[in-house]
C-alpha cells in the first residue's frame, strides 16, 4: 500500500452534516467549527489558520518540509516562501557560530598570505 493510499485510509471525517456524511458547506461548516471551539473553550480563529498551526509545530518537531508541504497540498517552493522562519529556527545560532568560525579561519588564512609576501 502506497503512503498517500495509507494516509486516506486513516483520514476521519470530524464535522459532519445531518446524513453523518463530510460538511463540505461552507456556511454549515463554520458554526460546527463555532461550537466546536466554544465546546473546547477555544478564541475564535478561523479554521485556516489549523494548517498554519500543524505546518509551523511540524516544523518545530523537525518533520520534514517536503512532507508538511505534500500534507498541506503546497508547492516545495510555496512551503518555504510561507513557513520559512520556522525552519530550522532552533539551530540559527549554531549556523550563525559555524559561519563566524569559517570567517574567522579565512580570516587567518588571508592575513598569513599577507605576512608571507611581505
Known sequence: MLMEEKLK????????????KPCLD???????????????CVRYRRAYNCRHTYASLGLKAGAKPAFLAAQLGHSLQMFYSTYAKWINEDDDDAELALLEQYAQRVGEKVGEKAVKST
Open 26 to 40: 461552507g456556511d454549515l461548516f463554520n458554526i460546527e467549527w463555532k461550537k466546536a471551539l466554544i465546546a473546547g
Open 9 to 20: 485510509a486513516t483520514i476521519h471525517t470530524i464535522f459532519v452534516n445531518t446524513q453523518g
